[in-house]
């Protein structure tokens, strides 16, 4: 099984998906690639025709210039894009956190566009609301009772909770040979070390 394949080679099932079904967005070293194929070969497997699916490749957006930049160049040089994933924080339940000029473009004029070009957008919102967590009461630690009022720079429940929890939650819906696009420039080596394997940074590859 491929689970098998995963398992002699030392790397992701996904790894094993994206090597077999020839996903030119791959970055992996060239051993590992032989490794993977070699191994397929030995233990006489191969995806079977269900299996050989087209990857899905979506990208995370903030519609900031990076994540943008990073759609763009994906249009531009024939990447594979399914699907862009835009997460809005909510000031309450019927008012955006975004800068309002903001918000108007991402609206009024980026994802009208992107729709147009053929590339959906998937707008998530967490059921929880920035009112919500300043209201809010701390239930467990050292100020368990106490209210929360403003977040703490380095310490923000309102980026884990209202941001971070939909998209993982998004996330957990994906297949595992997803393929994700992230704005992360070439300028910034700390944040591309940290790139996942099923993470690719076009802005670096081009």
Same mark, same amino acid.
């Given at each position: @099984?491929?689970?098998?394949?995963?398992?002699?080679?030392? *790397?992701?099932?996904?790894?094993?998906?994206?090597? =077999?079904?020839?996903?030119?967005?791959? %970055?992996? $070293?060239?051993?590992?690639?032989?490794?993977?194929?070699?191994?397929? &070969?030995? =233990?006489?497997? &191969?995806?079977?025709?269900?299996?050989? %699916?087209?990857?899905?490749?979506?990208?995370?957006?903030?519609?900031?210039?990076? &994540?943008?930049?990073?759609?763009? $160049?994906?249009?531009?040089?024939?990447?594979?894009?399914?699907?862009?994933?835009?997460?809005?924080?909510? !000031?309450?339940?019927? @008012?955006?956190?975004?800068?309002?000029?903001?918000?108007?473009?991402?609206?009024?004029?980026?994802?009208?566009? $992107?729709?147009?070009?053929?590339?959906?957008?998937?707008?998530?919102?967490?059921?929880? @609301?920035?009112?919500?967590? !300043?209201? /809010?009461?701390?239930?467990?630690?050292?100020?368990?009772?106490?209210?929360? /009022? !403003?977040?703490?720079?380095?310490?923000?429940?309102?980026?884990?909770?209202?941001? =971070?929890?939909?998209?993982?939650?998004?996330?957990? @819906?994906?297949?595992?040979?997803?393929?994700?696009?992230?704005?992360?420039?070439?300028?910034?080596? *700390?944040?591309?070390?940290?790139?996942? /394997?099923?993470?690719?940074? =076009?802005?670096? %590859?081009?």
């Amino acid at each position: @099984t491929i689970k098998d394949v995963a398992k002699a080679a030392d *790397v992701s099932i996904a790894t094993v998906s994206r090597v =077999l079904n020839e996903d030119k967005t791959l %970055k992996v $070293l060239p051993e590992t690639k032989e490794k993977i194929l070699r191994v397929a &070969s030995e =233990l006489n497997y &191969s995806l079977k025709s269900k299996e050989k %699916k087209k990857t899905p490749h979506i990208a995370a957006c903030s519609f900031g210039k990076d &994540s943008l930049a990073t759609i763009l $160049l994906a249009l531009e040089h024939g990447e594979p894009l399914d699907e862009v994933v835009y997460c809005e924080v909510m !000031f309450d339940k019927r @008012t955006s956190g975004e800068v309002p000029e903001h918000r108007a473009f991402i609206y009024e004029t980026a994802i009208p566009r $992107l729709e147009q070009l053929g590339v959906p957008v998937r707008v998530l919102r967490s059921d929880k @609301t920035y009112l919500d967590l !300043f209201a /809010g009461t701390v239930t467990r630690g050292p100020k368990k009772g106490l209210r929360r /009022g !403003f977040p703490l720079c380095g310490h923000c429940y309102v980026q884990r909770d209202c941001k =971070l929890r939909p998209i993982r939650r998004y996330n957990r @819906t994906l297949t595992p040979d997803t393929v994700q696009y992230v704005g992360i420039a070439s300028d910034e080596p *700390v944040r591309l070390c940290r790139l996942q /394997g099923d993470q690719v940074s =076009l802005l670096e %590859k081009y």
